[in-house]
């Protein structure tokens, strides 16, 4: 005689039978008890992406979300030693019943089942997708050549336009946390601003997606990008756009709000974010690029010495030494950061974001100092761009 399944096993079963079978509209594992204490649960459900039928996950972390989809069996594959282990509650929707494994404080597993989900087992993601910007902002991006006459997307642009459109949608959610004005326009600065794609984009989401009013003021360092951003500017109709000639290091902002930054190489990104501190910004976002200051100074635990003997391994050190340290340093001085993935790296390596909120409590402790003076200690990191710039000491 077989012996009878366990309930894992039993939910196991089912959650293959499920897959393989195109019944599967989503699956849920909570309770997390895995060894990153940031992670909070995994959302998986199957997608068709380029045609091909795949399983997407979406990890739910304190801060962020990180997304990653799989084949079919790559998934089960990957889902099997997860569940009874790392996460402690399974919810298993099919188009037939939900399939729940709970386990008690006890670690004992307990299976349960439900009504069947509703709606359709598989999403598509290959359909157009909604985008925040309006109609009216068709005008600047046929004007900067992101698009044609008719508003497609021209030939090569595919990336740009996604990253756009994908950067709104950050701000839009950026902005709901930061302690905006509401009695005068909010002034935003985006500094090293290009062909000025972003900047535009920022202008149309307050303006016409958001409706507060605001100032947009775009820094660049090539007068001709300038003249022709300010030229578009004007023939769109957007007088609360415009464009200077200059660096960032030169910028002087009485007033300043928001701050963009986005691949402002080496430490010209530490430039934005001083800039921003210096201001009382109430937002700050920044994506850098060429952390190359602390590649020489980096003198990590002598157990990583073999592996740093790459130099692939010792530019994506120095790469999370840099970022992690200003993202410390930002704590410090008074806001709630968030480091995540601006886009795929299927557009551009340079992927990782860094955004900073400006809090009411308590800053420049003798807490957030330390950890920042401890994270230096450990890469033997004695000097760096934003630190100076903050008047902050790396060692006493």
């Not at 839009?172 to 500094?191: F, G, K, Y």
Request: proline share 5%.
């Amino acid at each position: 005689m077989t012996a009878p399944l366990s309930p894992r096993e039993d939910f196991l079963a089912q959650l293959v039978t499920a897959t393989r079978e195109g019944n599967l509209v989503k699956l849920t594992l909570g309770k997390a008890r895995g060894p990153d204490a940031t992670l909070r649960n995994l959302l998986v459900r199957p997608i068709t992406l380029r045609g091909a039928a795949q399983i997407s996950f979406v990890w739910r972390h304190e801060r962020q979300d990180i997304t990653k989809n799989y084949s079919l069996e790559a998934a089960l594959e990957l889902l099997a030693p997860l569940i009874g282990t790392d996460f402690h509650s399974a919810h298993l929707f099919t188009t037939t019943r939900l399939v729940q494994l709970e386990y008690n404080k006890k670690a004992e597993p307990r299976l349960t089942y439900g009504p069947p989900a509703t709606g359709a087992p598989r999403e598509t993601h290959d359909r157009a997708k909604k985008r925040l910007l309006p109609d009216q902002s068709q005008a600047w991006l046929q004007a900067l050549g992101v698009t044609t006459a008719q508003s497609v997307v021209r030939e090569g642009m595919a990336d740009k336009h996604r990253q756009i459109h994908k950067f709104v949608e950050i701000l839009s959610h950026l902005v709901v946390e930061a302690n905006l004005p509401t009695e005068r326009p909010i002034e935003i600065a985006d500094m090293g601003c290009g062909k000025g794609y972003l900047t535009f984009a920022t202008h149309d989401y307050f303006h016409l997606v958001a409706n507060r009013p605001a100032h947009v003021h775009g820094i660049e360092l090539r007068p001709e990008l300038v003249r022709a951003c300010n030229e578009i500017a004007a023939a769109t109709g957007r007088p609360t756009l415009d464009f200077t000639a200059g660096t960032i290091q030169s910028a002087i902002y009485p007033a300043l709000d928001v701050l963009i930054a986005l691949h402002a190489c080496d430490t010209a990104t530490d430039d934005a974010l001083a800039k921003g501190v210096q201001a009382e910004a109430a937002l700050l976002v920044v994506a850098p690029c060429c952390q190359k200051e602390l590649r020489s100074q980096l003198t990590p635990a002598p157990v990583l010495a073999p592996a740093l003997r790459h130099g692939i391994f010792q530019e994506r050190q120095a790469e999370f030494a840099t970022d992690a340290l200003r993202a410390l340093l930002l704590e410090w001085a008074g806001y709630d950061t968030k480091v995540f993935e601006f886009i795929s790296t299927d557009h551009t390596a340079k992927n990782i974001m860094v955004a900073a909120i400006k809090h009411a409590r308590p800053a420049r402790t003798a807490e957030a100092a330390e950890s920042v003076r401890a994270f230096a200690a450990f890469y033997g990191i004695t000097a760096q761009a934003l630190a100076r710039q903050l008047g902050f000491a790396l060692s006493q």
